[in-house]
């Protein structure tokens, strides 16, 4: 199926099949529509056969007493207010004599049964008599072959010209058609016959027209030529073109024609041009050129173009003016507009020509302003603002501005000279201690490659190392504090899966904290969640809050690393019991230099939680710690990915 989409001859078959099936469908339909208006499917078409025959009786019936009664009434048999529904016939002469009235009645059966032949109705009629049922006269005599199809009857009453009253009983026999019937009649009897070949076949081509319609539309827009969907010149045409086409097509059509058959035709002329447009439409809708390759939406995006074109200059030119010239133009323009709608004379142009000389004052007093609070915005806080010029509220303005400006730029010189002095002294004390430690640590090292006799000699030479190499470390902590505090460090940011940093936990120091008689605890979220953090400056900070676990917990107790989430953040909670009694406050261990002992027996820098806050908030997160009793807990809250 996929390979017919792309041929041509498919394309067309279908077309022409839809056109084909569709034509049935409509037929047969109305054939259906005929079935159930008859209430063919409940009584079996005797309600249609019934309705047939009664019809060409009745009319044989009527036929017959019109005939009769206008014979009578010409005969002057009849008196003038005989009532009738048929006035036409209704012409009573005057002048006959008895004679030939009595000719015209004897002459009356014969001229009947020639009016009424055989061969001219398929109907037996007779005058019976309604009590008797004696026939008067008919138009021929029924044999035993002949078999009614109905029969009926209709009772008229006459009034005679000498006032009498006499019932005309009319009886009426439908016989088998022994012409070609008419075309009517012949559906009707098709339609009869065949009710559920009719049904049958309508539903068959509706589903028929249904495929190759459906195929159709499937077929629109591809072609063996090309790959994917490929618009025509036919498919390119705008959708409301299409629409505005056939609606004119149809109403043209619709009043060329004033009789029902010629707008029938005209109708069936438009309906390939109605499938031609879907498939083009089914075409747009797959390449999604539906809305914006309308000929409505290409005029709307030109005026749209042309608008934001004229806004855009009209901002910019609005923007680059001075703040005098626009309030000048504006007065201008109020003016004017006044002056066209006749509100202008002498007074009127002095008091005006007033206003406009304050609002410039007013409009110069603002720009003095707005250049002073430009610079401050820039950072330029060489110039204060001139407020000789200014007047009232505007001077009281300029002023304030100025302290501003004097006390921002205090403030900036201040900071600026602080920072510059902390880098300088960080700088200077890492390179005074990072020069003779470096010789420490090559001396020592050549005393280690050396066989030193002594016990005492080896046992100062450990002493030496360890110092040398905690020394060495507190340089690295002193550099890395300061650049994570100005934020000099790179920060690589990306989405990092939280169980896999728990699997790190677990993994790197599981038997770190082991060997410190320390049990870790890992509870990582139930759910797969991401944070946006750098891995190794979080690695960094884990490795600060796992070697001040390992310096400050107390021995044989468990260390709890847990997952908390919300919508918009992680949180990874390390909780441990400390060793000692925690006398200080969680902001002053956040302090650089500041440790958990007093005493400061165990071997530290204190800048480990320090740096750990430093390096996450660089990477757009929190780093809170709490104290409950001997209760220790450091929170890392990092944005979800």
């Known amino acids: 199926m996929k390979r017919l989409l792309d041929k041509t001859w498919a394309k067309l078959t279908s077309f022409f099949l839809t056109l084909l099936f569709g034509t049935m469908t409509v037929l047969g339909g109305l054939g259906v529509g005929i079935l159930v208006s008859c209430d063919v499917f409940l009584d079996g078409g005797a309600y249609m056969r019934e309705t047939m025959y009664e019809s060409q009786c009745s009319s ?47 002459d009356l059966p014969r001229a009947f049964s020639e009016s009424f032949s055989r061969e001219d109705t398929d109907c037996h009629l007779a005058v019976i008599n309604k009590d008797t049922r004696e026939i008067t006269f008919e138009n021929f ?58 049904v049958f076949l309508t539903v068959l081509f509706l589903l028929l027209t249904l495929l190759c319609f459906g195929f159709s539309m499937a077929s629109a827009g591809h072609w063996a030529a090309h790959e994917g969907v490929h618009l025509t010149w036919l498919d390119k045409i705008p959708a409301d073109v299409w629409l505005l086409a056939l609606l004119c097509a149809f109403f043209i059509g619709w009043d060329t024609f004033y009789y029902g058959l010629g707008r029938l035709w005209s109708c069936m002329a438009l309906v390939p041009f109605i499938l031609l447009f879907l498939c083009a439409f089914a075409a747009q809708c797959k390449a999604g ?173 450990a002493v030496l190392d360890r110092q040398s190499r905690r020394l060495k470390k507190l340089t690295e902590d002193l550099v890395e504090a300061s650049k994570a505090s100005s934020g000099a460090l790179p920060v690589d940011v990306q989405p990092t899966d939280v169980a896999v940093l728990f699997d790190q936990i677990v993994g790197e120091y599981q038997e770190r904290l082991a060997g410190c008689r320390l049990t870790l605890v890992a509870r990582p979220p139930e759910k797969p969640v991401s944070v946006q953090a750098d891995g190794r400056l979080l690695s960094r900070v884990m490795d600060n809050l796992v070697s001040n676990i390992c310096k400050y917990a107390l021995e044989d107790t468990r260390v709890y690393v847990a997952a908390a989430c919300d ?46 806050g430093s390096l996450v908030q660089l990477m757009g997160g929190t780093f809170d710690l709490s104290i409950d009793g001997d209760l220790f807990r450091a929170d890392i809250t990092l944005p979800r990915a």
């Not at 005029?299 to 200059?313: F, Q, S, T, Y």
């Not at 406050?585 to 400061?600: H, I, Q, T, W, Y």
């Open 60 to 106: 044989a019936i009527h036929n017959a007493y019109y005939y009769l009664r206008g014979t009578m009434a010409n005969a002057g048999l009849l008196a003038d207010d005989t009532p009738s529904t048929d006035t036409s016939s209704d012409t009573t002469t005057g002048g006959i004599t008895d004679e030939e009235q009595q000719q015209v009645l004897d």
């Open 141 to 198: 005599e029924l044999t035993d072959s002949d078999k009614p199809l109905y029969s009926t009857q209709r009772t008229f009453t006459l009034i005679f010209a000498d006032g009498t009253k006499e019932e005309l009983t009319i009886a009426a026999d439908l016989l088998p058609a022994d012409e070609f019937p008419g075309y009517s009649y012949l559906v009707m009897t098709w339609l009869l016959e065949h009710i559920g070949l009719t």
């Open 289 to 461: 050129t539906v809305l914006r390759g309308t000929l409505i939406a290409r005029v709307l995006r030109l005026v749209w173009r042309i608008i934001r074109a004229v806004g855009r200059g009209l901002r910019r030119t609005a923007v680059g003016l001075p703040l005098i010239w626009k309030t000048a133009l504006v007065t201008l323009a109020v003016f004017f507009a006044e002056m066209l709608y006749g509100y202008v004379d002498g007074v009127f142009a002095v008091m005006k020509l007033v206003e406009f000389l304050a609002i410039l004052y007013i409009a110069l007093n603002l720009r003095i302003l707005q250049k002073g609070g430009e610079k401050l915005a820039a950072g330029d806080y060489s110039q204060s603002i001139d407020t000789r010029p200014l007047i009232g509220d505007f001077k009281r303005y300029g002023q304030r501005m100025n302290e501003l400006r004097t006390g921002m730029e205090r403030a900036v010189r201040e900071q600026t000279r602080a920072e510059r002095m902390k880098t300088e002294l960080i700088t200077n004390v890492s390179h005074d201690i990072k020069t003779p430690l470096t010789s420490i640590v090559n001396y020592v090292d050549l005393l280690q490659k050396v066989d030193v006799q002594p016990e005492t000699a080896r046992e100062y030479i």
């Open 567 to 612: 919508e918009e953040t992680v949180t990874i909670s390390f909780k441990n019991v400390s060793r000692d009694e925690l006398n200080i406050s969680p902001d002053e261990l956040m302090e650089r230099f500041v440790r958990g002992d007093a005493s400061r027996h165990t071997e530290g820098s204190g800048l480990g939680l320090s740096i750990a």
